[in-house]
Nanobody, 125 residues
């Protein structure tokens, strides 16, 4: 089992920034690729970004490329999502997820093994 706890969400004005954190515990953190997803009310869960277990590779959704940066600190068992130039349409619950690493970063939520409880991000216009 891997337990994931997100933090760092909140209310921010359009154009502002937030940094989300996800602390992992349980099994070996470095065995897992990590991802961030988001879900707005009435919408399906949407891929945001993923990072490989060694942090050597990253992948982003097109709408977030250039604004969001995913990183991880394997010594601290933590993954981050730095979000800049936020827009009202970025408003959603953001989830951290872990996927046992098979060598390919996935954008499909059904391929992730463990999920956090989510943190709310609200961007006002």
């Amino acid at each position: 089992q891997v337990q994931l706890v997100e933090s760092g969400g909140g209310l921010v004005q359009a154009g502002g920034s937030l940094r989300l954190s996800c602390a992992a515990s349980g099994r070996t953190f470095t065995s897992y690729d990590m991802g961030w997803f988001r879900q707005a009310p009435g919408q399906e869960r949407e891929f945001a970004a993923a990072i490989s277990r060694s942090a050597g590779s990253t992948r982003y959704a097109d709408s977030m490329k250039g604004r969001f940066t995913i990183s991880r600190d394997n010594a601290e068992n933590t993954v981050y999502l730095q979000m800049n130039s936020l827009k009202p349409e970025d408003t959603a619950v953001y989830y951290c997820a872990a996927r046992y690493s098979w060598g390919r970063l996935s954008a499909r939520p059904e391929e992730y093994d463990y999920w956090g409880q989510g943190t709310q991000v609200t961007v006002s216009s």
